[in-house]
């Protein structure tokens, strides 16, 4: 029954991953991140040539069903991808994870709506520049871990959507912390209809990014990942027609909400890896021709040892979600406790091992001369994204 065989689909386009990562990802990364104002990463050449490159590939729209144009690739193979694109560009890979979070939607849950399918999801699959992208808003100002306080009636979003006839008017701002918000064609909200109802209350709309009364901010300045574009986005008397609310309010939110937790958690996991192993590798060689006391660090003791610790991580981390993604096929969405299980694991342990890695290469791992500094760096964000490791683990802990 247990099997970590690939095939030869898995093999031809892990192969496929890695070639494009060595070659155009990670110089572009590299060069991007030594980028200081974080707006002129998105503004430059560099990224959106990379980006089509990407799209190119496919490597947008792995997930996508093949009736929407799409490469309908399971969750196990789409998980060995992530940690390549992890491996040697994390940034660009969090920009294309959440990139088709709109179009799957739509695709699952408003497959016969011919204007949002036409207008937005087969355009998607088509594209070879890059430049159809999507964003999902939960977060706002006031409502970051509380986007999963399901029970608690006082909690709700702001963002309002009010029904006027045959359209919705929405108004409200999601937080800095929309990834792509700044550079998505299309948006997926959450927005409140019946504020007596808590998260319950809202619905998820699909708004245009060109639509009257839409704007952004500027993209946020962070630690790391910085090929990731995150931005605030704002809505003013937002008019869409009333059938692009692809989910209604209800009971069923927190069902939608889990659901997209636990299938986008995995991803994220699937990058830790693949960081993981970019600190893993790097430090490796290095160890192997720095020499001191007489012999190369490698062979002192204590060095091997957080070696072996390292590889340890990769390979459980890796277990886990392999798993996590097997039940994700198995059983769709999969399950909660399993996908957030391997991704607080995967997160946790990159944090602490790109950590490890640098210390490995000591004066010249926290030096820029290196790469080491960047991946510890880029490691710290993904205990955040998609939900703190913290309430991860308790709404996890709640199916034991
Ligand atoms: C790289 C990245 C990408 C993201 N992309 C998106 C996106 O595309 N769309 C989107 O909507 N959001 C996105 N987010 C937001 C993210 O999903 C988190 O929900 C959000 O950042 C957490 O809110 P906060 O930062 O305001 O922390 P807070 O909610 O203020 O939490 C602060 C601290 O308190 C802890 N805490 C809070 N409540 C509890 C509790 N009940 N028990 C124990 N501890 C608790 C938290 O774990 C945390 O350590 C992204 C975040 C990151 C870092």
Redesign the pocket.
Known sequence: MVDFSQDETQLQIISTAREFGREVLQPAEIELDKIGEPDAVFESELFWNTLGQAFELGFHKMGLAENFGGLGLDPSTTGMVWEELGRYGSGFA?TLL?GAAVLQLIALFAPGNRELVDRYVLPYAEDTTGRQIS?????EPNV????SNYNDLSVRHHTSAVKKGDRYIINGT??N???NGGIANVYLVFACTDPSKGLCGSGAFVIPADAPGVSKGGAMDRIG?RT?N?APVFFEDVEIPDDYMIFPPGDDYPALHNAIITVGNLGVGYMAVGLMRAAYEEALEYSKVRVQWGKPIFEHQLITKKFFDTLTAIESARALLWKASWLCKTRFPGDLKMSLMAKIYATSQAVRHTSEMVQVLAGYGISKEYTLEKYARDAK?LP????????LM?KAAQHL
């Open positions: 969090a959440p964003a999902w808003g939960s977060s970051g871990s509380d986007g999601k937080s912390f929309i990834s990942l990731l995150q964000l955040v994204m998609d939900g703190t490791n913290e309430t308790l």
